[in-house]
DNA sequence: ATATAAAAAGATAAAAAACTCTTTTATTTA
DNA sequence: TAAATAAAAGAGTTTTTTATCTTTTTATAT
């Protein structure tokens, strides 16, 4: 078990894929994307349709159709992708899986898994969907396997 | 989804449990550490079956038995628990899901989620089973919901 | 020795997550 | 306007995780 689902593992990889190679105005197909991110297909489909409906990133069927990200969407946080698709619980859950630890009522480990929380916090709304394109272009970094 | 498995979260609320309730030297049965922790009582019990058998804590049989943690396994990280249960994914495992991510073939949060790593390792490796006993005693942490 | 208490073991069930397949809808281009 | 392309939608399936139930084994006290 990671910290993110599989889901969400895919998801980033996939908008950090397509913001890469979209920059131009053009669109990527599923088939690359799922590809070149080493994700299962029809899985990832289902992914990005959810992303799609909420705004994340956009989607244009038919002949050159595909999968692209706007200039807004490519200044978002990686944040919006996680709470997308796994919701809040890793900005704000107790390390234990407590429902009312907090301040005044605290898991043992309250005080040291909140500053893990803080960095996960920190680094997920700080990190934006566009932000890697131009290492990624250049091949400093990898998304694949 | 939270940072633990269901299976660990109630696995180090019970280890922290037992500790703190058997420094006398006594044992404590399934049905009040389940009860106290609020977690499934069957559930619980195979979870403390398998530390069990792997001698991270221990237990007797028949009336006054249950289970209690010698003083050797007081001493031990709560890593150990964690990685009996979630295995090692938890400490070196990329954030995005790639198996062959590494220095020289980075992800893109490579770096960042590094030290999220490291806190979440340090944290395991620095706390004990039997840490808290005082505090937990006293009534200065909770175990429960 | 026997009764009893309590965990171990094994088998099963329910729920959630991960993954697949088929059909429909929208868009483009010939 | 017909054919082709590509995502959306809907309906499964499989696997993993979480949870339960029943029977067996072991230790203790009487």
Redesign the pocket.
Known sequence: ?GVF???CE?AMRAVFYIAHRTIDGS?????EIAEQID?????L??I??EL??KGLIQ?????????YIDEICLKRPLADIVTALDGEEIFSGCGMGLAHCSETNPCPLHKEFKKIRNQITQMLHTTTIGQFNKDLLLGHLTLKK
Chains 1, 2 share one sequence.
């Open positions: 078990m689902s599989k889901t895919y669109r990527v197909g599923i088939k994700s299962p297909e029809p899985f489909a289902k990005l349709q799609s409906r989607s244009v069927k038919g002949p050159n159709g595909g999968f």
